[in-house]
């Protein structure tokens, strides 16, 4: 980044995941195997405040076929960015990935990270509860107390 980020307009930043080296927690896992921990999305954004670019969150989502936690991931995750927002980092935006189930490139169409359930046999498409969470993000501009 110190080398580039002069000859660039903007940031974008894809957040799925915390990792720290050495750690020992046991963590909540995502259907990607990877640790549920949208909240630490506010270290990533502080730690590229530095560049004083304006910064977008281009990716942030979960693989999470039932949809049992991917409501509450999305929630943290703005939380954790508005926060960071509040301390001065330049966000613009903060898309969820994905929209739609789609082909990830190391596992074919088995992990779901949609907003929208597809059935690939039939096509047919499946709104799930996730999805009216961050319909109400968006009309709102913001977290609704719940």
Not at 8 to 18: A, E, H, P
């Amino acid at each position: 980044m110190r080398r580039v980020y002069k000859s660039c307009d903007s940031i974008g930043l894809n957040y799925y995941f915390y990792t720290r080296f050495g750690d020992r927690t046991e963590w909540r896992k995502t259907d990607m195997g990877w640790n549920f921990a949208p909240q630490y999305i506010y270290q990533a954004l502080m730690s590229l405040k530095k560049y004083g670019l304006p910064l977008y969150v281009a990716e942030g989502g979960l693989a999470d076929a039932s949809d049992e936690g991917r409501r509450e991931y999305i929630r943290e995750q703005v939380k954790a960015t508005w926060l960071a927002i509040n301390e001065g980092v330049d966000v613009k935006a903060h898309l969820y990935w994905s929209l739609l189930d789609n082909y990830e490139w190391a596992y074919g169409f088995d992990k779901r990270f949609g907003l929208i359930e597809i059935d690939y046999d039939t096509k047919e498409r499946k709104v799930r509860q996730s999805a009216y969470e961050y319909k109400e993000i968006c009309i709102n501009n913001g977290l609704s107390a719940k």
